[in-house]
Structure formats: C-alpha cells, structure tokens
C-alpha cells in the first residue's frame, strides 16, 4: 500500500505493531524445521547430536559439521521468518518503509523466539548431573578440547548471525508477497 497524505488522519493505530502470534508460528516452523534437517544431516552420517548422556567430545565437532549446521539455522530461519511475515495482519494507512521495517521486525523476532524456545528445550533435555569424566586430560587433549570449543563458539556465533538476518530478509519477501496478495484480490472484486 502507498501512502497517502490526503487520505483523512485515524489518529494512532488501536493495536500493536507486534503479531505474537505470527512470531511464534514462525518460531515454532524454524524449530521443527531445525530438528528435521540436523536428523536428516544425522542420517547422513554427520554427527549433529551429541552422544547421550555423555554428552558433547571433541571428536564430535568438525568444520564439515559447523558448516551443515550453519545451512540448517539459516534454511530454518529463513522459513520461520518467512511464516511470520506471511502471517501478519495487514496495517492499513501505514507508509510501505514502516510495513517493510515492521515485517523485517517480525522476522527477526521469530528467530529470537526460536532460539529461546531451543534453549529451553536444550535446558530441559540436559541431564541433571554432569557426565563423570573419565580422568585427567593431557594437556594436548585439553588445548584440543579448547580449540574445538572455540571453534564451535565461532561456528555457532556465525549461524546465529547468519541465520538471523536470513529471518528478517525472508520476513520482509513474505511481507511483500502477502500484500501482493491482498492487491491481486482486491483488484479481482
């Protein structure tokens, strides 16, 4: 919608600029697609998971891995945020640079909420206790585990970024096209 400065003033608008339930339909779209592209990453041969209940080793983590991890957060993300700027409620009287930010907004809270949601479900599934450790570690096997753990931080670090601005650009095409939409019907009647 363009807008018009001649059409008459409604004064502020009655609702919130913020659709809590299209985020979380995002939210919940990116964490399911999540979980079905690191099992089938999984069944490939990659190992995504931790091995339960020991948990994360070392030997776990390679840069094959981070990145196959990375796609699946930005392939995720960019349906959850597409979800939830398809979903939102159309603002009439509202400039197109404010329906884009808007849209741009919801997509990047989608990611948010995803994020929060795998958090809390990762706190949930974590054992209670600590995994023993075995013995001592080396301090060759200790800098090992150092640099892995680095270079997941940095793996995840990038995804994270990644796949959140992947969020907001699919919200905004989502955005676009649901009022491509409502123009296309408006224009049949």
């Known amino acids: 919608m363009v807008f018009d400065p001649t059409a008459p003033d409604v004064g502020e608008e009655h609702q ?11 939210a919940v ?38 990145a196959v991890f990375i796609a699946c957060q930005v392939l995720a993300s960019m349906l ?34 995803s994020v929060v949601g795998l958090l809390v479900l990762g706190a949930l599934a974590a054992p209670a206790s600590p995994a023993p450790v075995a013995g001592e570690l080396s301090a060759a096997e200790a800098l090992r585990a150092a640099q892995i753990g680095a270079q997941l931080s940095l793996f995840l670090g990038v995804g994270a970024l990644t796949s959140a601005f992947a ?23």
């Open 167 to 189: 969020a907001s650009v699919a919200a905004a095409i989502g955005g676009l096209r649901r009022d491509d939409m409502h123009k296309l019907h408006r224009a049949r009647a």
């Open 80 to 113: 959850g945020g597409y979800v939830a700027g398809r979903l939102r409620t159309k603002w009439l009287n509202v400039h197109d640079h404010e329906v884009h930010f808007r849209d741009t907004a919801h997509g990047l809270l989608a990611w948010a909420a």
């Open 29 to 66: 779209a990116a964490i399911a697609l999540l979980f079905v592209l690191a099992s089938l990453a999984a069944g490939f041969g990659l190992k995504i998971a931790p091995r339960w209940p020991a948990g994360v080793s070392e030997r776990d983590f390679t840069p094959a891995v981070g």
């Open 16 to 26: 919130s600029a913020v659709s809590w339930d299209a985020i979380l339909a995002g």
